[in-house]
C-alpha cells in the first residue's frame, strides 16, 4: 500500500515538473524506471526504483534546469539519505544552502521540503528511501528483541562532508546494472547494509545533549546571525561575536551550532560562496576580484572551497550560469 502511494505521488511530481516516462537508458539498471526532462524546462533524467514488498526505493537524479526554479514535495512517510555529487541551490524550510559532495537525510512525510534549485547547474544525486513497512513492520519481526527505530539515526545526519562508507556504497548502487533476481538481491542487501552504517554511525558518535535555548540566548543569536549576514566578507572574530552574543566563546560555538546546525566558520563560508554564485553568474568581475569581494585574500583558497560547495570550479560555474 505505502510503495503504491508513495510511486503514485512521485509520478504526479515528477509529471508536475515536466518528466515523461520513457525506455530504459543504458545509463540506469534495467529494474528500475526512467524519466526524461521536457527540453523546454532542462535536459537530463530521474531514475527510480521500488522494491516489489514496498520495503525501500532508490532514486537517481541527473538532470539540468534552464531556469530557476522552485521545489516543493510534501511525500508520504518514508526515511531518505541520499549524495549529492553536484547541486546549486538553497533549502527554504529551513533556510540553508544545498551544497555538493555531501551527504544528506530528509525524514518525508515528517517535514515537508521546499528549495530553490539554480538553473544551468547539474543536479547529481544517488539516494535510498525505506518506507514504515521496512523500519517499523520488517526490522522489528526480523530483529524483535534487538529492535530500534531508525528515525533518530537519520535525523541525526542530517548533512556531513564525511560518510565515506555511505559514500561508496550509494555509488556502487548506481554503477550496478544487473537486472532479474540478482539485481534485485543487490538492491536489497545494499539497503540493509545502508541502515546498518546508519545504525553503527550513530552507535559510535559521541552524543552530546542538547539544551534548551532561552528565550533571551534565542535574540542574542539571532543577533549575532544578523551581525555574521551583514558583514560574513570581514575577518570575523568569534571573541567579537561573542561580545556581541553576550555569551562565552564555548557557549556560542554550542549554541550556533544547534541552531543553525553547522559551525559559526561553515555558516559564514556559505554565506561567502551564495554571493560568489551571484556574481559569478550576474557580473563579469575577473575571479580574483571575487574572492576578494566575498572575503578570501586567496583565490586558490577560495576556488577550492568553491569547488568543495558547489562540485564546479568558480570559472566552470560562470560558464555554465552565463553560458561563457
Known amino acids: 500500500m505505502y510503495s503504491s502511494l508513495n510511486k503514485d505521488y512521485m509520478n504526479l511530481i515528477l509529471t508536475k515538473y515536466g518528466f515523461q516516462q520513457v525506455s530504459n537508458s543504458k545509463d540506469f539498471n534495467p529494474l528500475g524506471t526512467t524519466w526524461r526532462l521536457d527540453h523546454n524546462i532542462g535536459k537530463g533524467y530521474f531514475w527510480t526504483y521500488y522494491h516489489h514488498s514496498n520495503l525501500f526505493s532508490i532514486k537517481i537524479h541527473d538532470f539540468t534546469l534552464n531556469n530557476e ?6 511525500m508520504p512517510k518514508g526515511l531518505y539519505i541520499a549524495y549529492y555529487s553536484s547541486i546549486s541551490g538553497e533549502e527554504l524550510n529551513p533556510y540553508r544552502r544545498l551544497n555538493a ?17 539554480h538553473k544551468n547547474i547539474p543536479v547529481h544525486s544517488i539516494g535510498i528511501e525505506i518506507t514504515p513497512s521496512f523500519y517499523e513492520d520488517y526490522l522489528k519481526k ?16 542530517d548533512e556531513t562532508t564525511y ?5 561508496s556504497l550509494l555509488k556502487q548502487i548506481e554503477d550496478y546494472k544487473e537486472s532479474g533476481i540478482s539485481g534485485q538481491l543487490f538492491f536489497q542487501a545494499k539497503i540493509l547494509e545502508a541502515v546498518a552504517l546508519i545504525f553503527d554511525r550513530k552507535r559510535h558518535k559521541k552524543q552530546a545533549k542538547e539544551q534548551i535555548i532561552s528565550e533571551i540566548d534565542m535574540q542574542h543569536l539571532s543577533n549575532v546571525t544578523s551581525f555574521i549576514n551583514d558583514h560574513y566578507a570581514f575577518d570575523l572574530k568569534i571573541d567579537l561575536l561573542a561580545k556581541i552574543a553576550c555569551m562565552g566563546e564555548t557557549k556560542l560555538k554550542k549554541l550556533f551550532k544547534q541552531l543553525h546546525k553547522c559551525t ?15 556574481l559569478l553568474s550576474h557580473t563579469d568581475y575577473p575571479i580574483k576580484q571575487i574572492a576578494t569581494i566575498v572575503g578570501y585574500t586567496h583565490t586558490g583558497h577560495f576556488a577550492n572551497l568553491f569547488q568543495k560547495a558547489t562540485g564546479l570550479l568558480p570559472s566552470e560555474y560562470r560558464k555554465v550560469t552565463q553560458g561563457k
Open 69 to 74: 526554479t522552485i521545489v516543493e514535495s510534501n
Open 101 to 117: 559532495n555531501c551527504v544528506r537525510s530528509h525524514l518525508n512525510g515528517y517535514k515537508s521540503f521546499k528549495a530553490i534549485i
Open 142 to 157: 526480523v530483529y524483535p528483541s534487538e529492535y530500534i527505530n531508525p528515525y533518530n539515526a537519520f535525523l541525526e545526519i
Open 163 to 167: 560518510f565515506p562508507e555511505m559514500v
Open 264 to 278: 559559526i566558520l561553515e555558516f559564514i563560508q556559505n554565506q561567502r560562496i551564495c554571493q560568489a554564485e551571484h
